[in-house]
């Protein structure tokens, strides 16, 4: 049974940055074609993917964001950790990580979700 | 990057109602497209992967269709429990992008 969860702070200060922590189970980030992605969900709006990872180290980010954001792994603690710099007010959003597989390795898509955690921007 | 758009952003309907949802890709996506499903306060549920592959335990009223830039999720028999936001997202190339969503409501 594959299970995600998202921990960092709920609240953070303009300019200050966001570090959000995956923890995992059910799966491991050393078979290949897996990956776990971060995606934001602002209140009342639609989704956006901000980074992947992948079992192979490989690395995505929304270009838009690419500067501020960095994702890493850490295979032995079943993590994926995401840091985002210099917070704004426009980052309040409910941050989700998600699992999934490449699509020559399964179906492509995000298959499994954390539960989310909302991140509030405010000094 | 590939812009997805799904007009209506809500869509009224009755229990019992046949509802299709549509989703435009701005360049051809092949059939890499995935549609979920999202209640408020929750998580998006996986329900359409390669534009028309059931995931599993989704039940067979849902069904997507589609491919190159034109997509279609449809709900046979709308249910009490399908009353949600519906996500489009192409997984063609990077970066992965989602529609603005449909809500469908009760009318």
């Known amino acids: 049974q594959i299970t995600l969860k998202e921990s960092g702070p709920t609240l953070v200060k303009p300019t200050q940055t966001l570090t959000l922590t995956c923890t995992f189970s059910?799966?491991?980030?050393?078979?290949?074609?897996?990956?776990v992605g971060w995606i934001r969900q602002p209140p009342g709006k639609a989704l956006e993917c901000l980074a992947l990872i992948y079992w192979d180290d490989d690395k995505r980010y929304s270009p838009s964001l690419k500067s501020r954001l960095t994702i890493t792994k850490d295979t032995s603690k079943n993590q994926v950790v995401l840091t985002m710099t210099n917070m704004d007010l426009v980052d309040t959003a409910t941050y989700y990580c998600a699992h999934r597989r490449k699509r020559n390795y399964g179906s492509g898509s995000f298959d499994y979700w954390g539960q989310g955690t909302l991140v509030t921007v405010s000094s | 990057d590939i812009q997805m758009t799904q007009p209506p952003s809500t869509l009224s309907a009755s229990v019992g109602d046949r509802v299709t949802i549509t989703c435009r890709a701005s360049?051809?996506?092949?059939?890499?497209l995935a549609w979920y499903q999202q209640k408020p306060g929750k998580a998006p549920k996986l329900l359409i992967y390669?534009?028309?592959n059931l995931e599993s335990g989704v039940p067979s009223r849902f069904s997507g269709s589609g491919s190159g830039t034109e997509f279609t999720l449809t709900i046979s028999s709308l249910q009490p429990d399908d009353f949600a936001t519906y996500y489009c997202?192409?997984?063609?190339?990077?970066?992965?992008?989602f529609g603005g969503g449909t809500k469908v409501e009760i009318k």
């Open positions: 059910g799966f491991s980030l050393s078979t290949s074609g897996v990956g």
């Open positions: 997202q192409q997984y063609n190339s990077y970066p992965l992008t």
């Open positions: 390669k534009a028309s």
């Open positions: 360049q051809s996506i092949s059939s890499w």
